[in-house]
């Protein structure tokens, strides 16, 4: 596998539901961010790990739960969600260091709907 | 008020037609990035360029050209000679510090091109 990839690519879920969604790099990056994408809306950044540290949550509402073990494997865990948080949900990663100055490389994103 | 400003939502040209993309961004800082990335239908965002706020020059690559003007903050995206495949949604994207000392990636909406054969 090359680039950034995620799985699943589709998800449905009700709103008791609790999955995840799970984003593999391997272009040997140490920032990884989760993005959603809502049709007619700016992307959305929703959370930054640098080296493996949280370094930015957006305002996320605590249904989203960001975890990101090592450097090259980022997971965005829901729960309870509300059919407002359908969305593509985009991971990307990058080098850190100059954060501002570094290109992202995105993955295809999981396609969220929730009922 | 949003910072990065794609007012163009859908551009629809015929092939071999030369488009423009606009991009309009606000910031207090001197010291920023902008970007453009391409989101084909497959989804994944594409890196196309970068520039920094103090790089004026305009870039030519292949068919794609960039007009970076800092008088009107304006980093607009030029398809020369359009093609199909260059059907996509275009975004811009603005990277400026915050207050934590890091930097943030702030996007616009996108424009959606539609190249015809």
């Known amino acids: 596998e090359t680039g950034v990839t995620q799985t699943p690519r589709h998800l449905v879920m009700g709103m008791t539901n609790k999955k995840s969604l799970k984003c593999e790099q391997h272009l040997g990056h140490n920032a990884m961010y989760w993005y959603k994408q809502s049709a007619k809306k700016p992307l959305e950044l929703m959370f930054v790990?640098?080296?493996?540290?949280?370094?930015e949550n957006n305002s996320v509402p605590s249904r989203f739960s960001p975890e990101c073990p090592n450097s090259s494997h980022l997971f965005l865990h829901l729960h309870t969600l509300q059919p407002e948080d359908s969305a593509l949900y985009l991971c990307?990663?990058?080098?850190?260091?100059?954060?501002?100055?570094?290109?992202?490389?995105f993955g295809p994103g999981t396609r969220l709907t929730v009922l | 008020a949003q910072k990065v400003t794609q007012a163009q939502t859908e551009i629809s040209v015929v092939e071999k037609e030369d488009v423009t993309l606009d991009c309009v961004y606000e910031t207090r800082d001197t010291t920023y990035y902008l970007f453009w990335y391409k989101q084909p239908p497959s989804g994944e965002l594409v890196f196309l360029i970068r520039?920094?706020?103090?790089?004026?020059q305009n870039e030519i690559s292949g068919r794609y050209s960039w007009n970076f003007q800092k008088s009107t903050s304006s980093f607009n995206f030029t398809i020369t000679a359009s093609q199909v495949v260059d059907s996509a949604v275009y975004f811009c994207?603005?990277?400026?510090?915050?207050?934590?000392?890091?930097?943030?990636?702030?996007f616009g909406t996108g424009t959606r091109l539609k190249v015809l054969a």
């Open positions: 790990y640098n080296f493996k540290e949280q370094t």
């Open positions: 994207a603005l990277s400026e510090p915050t207050t934590s000392g890091t930097y943030k990636y702030i």
């Open positions: 520039r920094n706020s103090f790089d004026e």
């Open positions: 990307a990663s990058s080098q850190a260091g100059v954060i501002g100055y570094n290109e992202q490389f």
